[in-house]
């Protein structure tokens, strides 16, 4: 099977391939590429003539190793596979089914000669015992369903036809979302349909088993409240406050674990606001984002698109698939919708609309944040506007065609 390389995540790992004192984690909402990852990165050292025999696979969610589920069955299951000693690449695919798994990856990592990478469960795999004992020993690459340049990047790989109207594939993007394995699905009923599997296999794999939940139905209804209002400004209280009108009574305590039960599944991803003229962080309210645009789509039978969070949402997990930090920025009473920070602790600022052609007023309602900001960083707003005009130092940029150019900010 060919492979569609994802080289935004594999350029972050390739500095690690040959670390045996760093467990390589691989993270990310189900579905969304983590195996393939792995399958990518096993070519490349093979390309780069680590024999075969050196690369020990084992995916604990196949036939051949389910049944694999205490420590010592895993232990004696990786001795089994050594060939030599040279060193070992071990890859293990939800590696959260074995009990006790942290106190044998760490055998291993210490021996001195086994490069580890692993994938699991999300809501379990960096927490609890495998951040306390492995502290400052592991690294976590996040993974995200495609984002809107490795969409159309992949239909070009898979042979499907790109439309030159980036909007119009802007749009199948919107609602389609990124999930890799969507794309194989002409009918949009069935990619519908797929998600919906997504949605349930994270909620029985990933949340189930770890978080006791009393009322399903409550679980549900507040999942997709905070699915339905991703982008737009919340805290708990005000959305308990939302959720009571609706006749949905629930205790703040409970509603905050639901929220980070969804967070920690990676369906939702928490933008802090930060206040950029006392340069804090402001506690309480926040932005949602999703991994997945789909996953709107999928929970709702309107397929309108509110272009407003839509485009945020694309610009979001865009900059995090490139490792950028994002925060909301607030400037008074103007708001900056992100503030984006890379490795090298530069920053660059981010207005998105869908337009700013269609007034004065429009326009300068969305360069007015960024020319309150008073520093020399890069500044731009996105639109999907092909008639563009910058000012004072303000890129106006096309969104669609700055992703497809896997432009940096």
Same mark, same amino acid.
């Given at each position: 099977?060919?492979? &569609?390389?994802?080289?935004?995540?594999?350029?972050?790992?390739?500095? &690690?391939?040959?670390?045996?004192?760093?467990?390589?984690?691989?993270?990310?909402?189900?579905?969304?590429?983590?195996?393939?990852?792995?399958?990518?990165?096993?070519?490349?050292?093979?390309?780069?003539?680590?024999?075969?025999?050196?690369?020990?696979?084992?995916?604990?969610?196949?036939?051949?190793?389910?049944?694999? #589920?205490?420590?010592?069955?895993?232990?004696?299951?990786?001795?089994?596979?050594?060939?030599?000693?040279?060193?070992?690449?071990? /890859?293990?695919?939800?590696?959260?089914?074995?009990?006790?798994?942290?106190?044998?990856?760490?055998?291993?990592?210490?021996?001195?000669?086994?490069?580890?990478?692993?994938?699991?469960?999300?809501?379990?795999?960096? !927490?609890?015992?495998?951040?306390?004992?492995?502290?400052?020993?592991?690294?976590?690459?996040?993974?995200?369903?495609?984002?809107?340049?490795?969409?159309?990047?992949?239909?070009?790989?898979?042979?499907?036809?790109?439309?030159?109207?980036?909007?119009?594939?802007?749009?199948?993007?919107?609602?389609?979302?990124? &999930?890799?394995? *969507?794309?194989?699905?002409?009918?949009?009923?069935?990619?519908?349909?797929?998600?919906?599997?997504?949605?349930?296999?994270?909620?029985?794999?990933?949340?189930?088993?770890?978080?006791?939940?009393?009322?399903?139905?409550?679980?549900?209804?507040?999942?997709?409240?905070?699915?339905?209002?991703?982008?737009? *400004?919340?805290?708990?209280?005000?959305?308990?406050?939302?959720? !009571?009108?609706?006749?949905?009574?629930?205790?703040?305590?409970?509603?905050?674990?639901?929220?980070?039960?969804?967070?920690?599944?990676?369906?939702?991803?928490?933008?802090?606001?930060?206040?950029?003229?006392?340069?804090?962080?402001?506690?309480?309210?926040?932005?949602?984002?999703?991994?997945?645009?789909?996953?709107? /789509?999928?929970?709702?039978?309107?397929?309108?698109?509110?272009?407003?969070?839509?485009?945020?949402?694309?610009?979001?997990?865009?900059?995090?698939?490139?490792?950028?930090?994002?925060?909301?920025?607030?400037?008074?009473?103007?708001?900056?919708? /992100?503030?984006?920070?890379?490795? #090298?602790?530069?920053? !660059?600022?981010?207005?998105?609309?869908?337009?700013?052609?269609?007034?004065?007023?429009?326009?300068?309602?969305?360069?007015?944040?960024?020319?309150?900001?008073?520093?020399?960083?890069?500044?731009?707003?996105? *639109?999907?506007?092909?008639?563009?005009?910058?000012?004072?130092?303000?890129?106006?940029?096309?969104?669609?065609?700055?992703?497809?150019?896997?432009?940096? &900010?």
């Amino acid at each position: 099977m060919n492979l &569609f390389f994802r080289e935004k995540y594999l350029k972050k790992m390739r500095g &690690f391939y040959q670390d045996t004192d760093i467990i390589k984690v691989i993270t990310g909402v189900r579905r969304s590429g983590k195996s393939c990852l792995m399958k990518m990165a096993k070519e490349e050292l093979l390309r780069s003539g680590v024999p075969s025999e050196n690369i020990l696979s084992i995916d604990l969610d196949s036939k051949a190793y389910w049944k694999i #589920k205490t420590a010592n069955q895993l232990e004696e299951l990786i001795d089994s596979l050594k060939r030599n000693d040279r060193t070992n690449y071990l /890859f293990i695919d939800e590696v959260q089914n074995v009990k006790g798994f942290e106190e044998v990856i760490n055998a291993y990592r210490t021996s001195g000669n086994y490069s580890i990478f692993i994938t699991g469960s999300n809501s379990y795999l960096l !927490s609890g015992e495998l951040a306390t004992k492995l502290t400052g020993r592991y690294v976590s690459f996040d993974i995200f369903p495609l984002s809107f340049d490795e969409y159309l990047d992949m239909k070009a790989f898979l042979g499907k036809e790109v439309d030159s109207n980036l909007l119009i594939e802007l749009n199948h993007y919107l609602q389609e979302g990124g &999930f890799p394995k *969507t794309l194989e699905y002409e009918d949009f009923a069935d990619k519908r349909t797929y998600v919906q599997s997504v949605i349930n296999e994270i909620f029985e794999k990933d949340i189930k088993r770890r978080v006791k939940i009393r009322n399903v139905e409550t679980f549900n209804n507040i999942r997709n409240f905070v699915i339905n209002n991703f982008g737009a *400004t919340m805290s708990i209280k005000s959305m308990q406050e939302a959720l !009571s009108r609706n006749g949905i009574t629930i205790k703040h305590t409970t509603l905050a674990r639901y929220i980070d039960t969804l967070v920690q599944s990676k369906i939702l991803y928490p933008c802090d606001r930060f206040d950029l003229k006392s340069r804090r962080a402001l506690s309480g309210e926040k932005k949602y984002y999703l991994s997945d645009l789909s996953f709107y /789509f999928a929970t709702n039978t309107d397929n309108r698109i509110n272009y407003g969070p839509a485009l945020e949402n694309t610009v979001y997990v865009y900059a995090k698939s490139l490792d950028y930090s994002v925060r909301i920025g607030r400037i008074g009473k103007l708001e900056c919708d /992100f503030i984006l920070r890379d490795k #090298k602790l530069q920053y !660059s600022y981010v207005q998105v609309a869908y337009t700013i052609n269609e007034s004065k007023a429009t326009e300068d309602r969305e360069y007015a944040p960024l020319e309150h900001i008073q520093d020399n960083y890069p500044k731009y707003v996105l *639109t999907t506007d092909y008639l563009l005009q910058s000012k004072g130092g303000i890129k106006h940029l096309n969104l669609m065609q700055f992703i497809k150019d896997h432009s940096s &900010f």
